[in-house]
């Protein structure tokens, strides 16, 4: 079943029923705080399940949970976000890309609560891309490293509820969408070389692997993993302007601003080098081994 049949099929469904029918077609899902978009499971989208009994057992105990859905390799299912917030209108944008043929095929539209848009589109299982946005032009895309809250879900809002519902179907000819080349269009940046980091070592850290799975954070952990990755660089003795090039360009593909970049480093330099002491595990998760790419935070 693709995806727009699915969606189409959830219509009348109580949240059960729809996050049993996501699970039977192999979508995991999650539950979510009823009315809104918090996770009820400890690790949130990380314990999503296509598992029958898990995601029957999750609705059972919360009978009117919204539906929430991992994006990216793990789904199946990537999305791009036209967000309408005050004067932020992401139409404009979108409409643009799709004219470029950035983001015309797509597999589904769902209507969000909010007046926006969810664009549905496959992922391509050889390729990892990461959630980013860029809020001036109101487009997020949520790939690797997100989630989405899917139909029948509902959000409270200032008029009231309101559903996500499935709006438009695709041609039947959907493809990935080209996460970045669609950034690259609606916030172009110079391209500049990746910076050269000294083979130098005081514990053998790994650099290149550190900024890659910086790189890899999605909304929520991206501040969290630049503060983490910041103080393992300066406990090994590497300077603040190097770990500043070395995670930079990393964190911004995740899709941090650079003056939230530049308070991260500098608050990690603080607790790296403060009272002489190492992080405290309050103040940044445990170092004890280098994160793999796929490894989140906790």
């Not at 850290?205 to 550190?210: G, L, Q, S």
């Not at 790189?215 to 910041?230: H, I, P, Q, T, V």
């Not at 991260?264 to 790296?272: N, W």
């Not at 002489?276 to 309050?282: E, G, I, N």
Request: glycine share 10%; charged share 20%.
């Amino acid at each position: 079943m693709d995806a727009a049949a699915l969606l189409a099929s959830l219509t009348g469904l109580s949240p059960s029923a729809a996050a049993c029918r996501y699970a039977e077609a192999g979508i995991p899902v999650f539950p979510c705080v009823t009315g809104g978009k918090r996770p009820l499971t400890k690790r949130g989208f990380h314990e999503a399940s296509t598992e029958p009994r898990q995601v029957a057992r999750w609705w059972a105990r919360w009978p009117r949970a919204n539906i929430g859905m991992p994006t990216g390799q793990i789904s199946g299912l990537e999305v791009v976000d036209v967000d309408v917030h005050g004067a932020i209108r992401g139409f404009a944008a979108f409409e643009l890309a799709r004219r470029e043929g950035l983001t015309d095929r797509w597999a589904a539209f769902i209507r969000t609560p909010s007046g926006g848009v969810h664009a549905y589109y496959p992922a391509d299982p050889e390729l990892v891309q990461p959630s980013w946005q860029v809020a001036r032009a109101g487009i997020d895309f949520r790939g690797s490293g997100g989630y989405v809250i899917v139909p029948p879900s509902i959000i409270a809002t200032d008029a009231g509820p309101s559903a996500y519902a499935l709006i438009g179907s695709g041609r039947g000819d959907a493809v990935p969408v080209d996460a970045r080349a669609l950034r690259q269009f609606l916030d172009p940046r110079p391209a500049r070389p990746m910076p050269v980091i000294p083979v130098e070592r005081t514990d053998d850290i790994d650099v290149e692997r550190i900024a890659r799975w910086v790189g890899m954070r999605g909304e929520g952990e991206r501040n969290r993993g630049l503060f983490w990755a910041s103080c393992r660089l300066i406990e090994a003795g590497i300077p603040p302007d190097r770990v500043r090039a070395a995670l930079g360009p990393a964190a911004e593909r995740a899709g941090l601003p650079t003056p939230e970049i530049e308070t991260t480093i500098r608050s990690a330099h603080r607790v790296a080098r403060g009272a002489q002491s190492a992080p405290t595990a309050s103040s940044v998760p445990s170092h004890a081994a280098q994160p793999s790419s796929g490894q989140v935070l906790s």
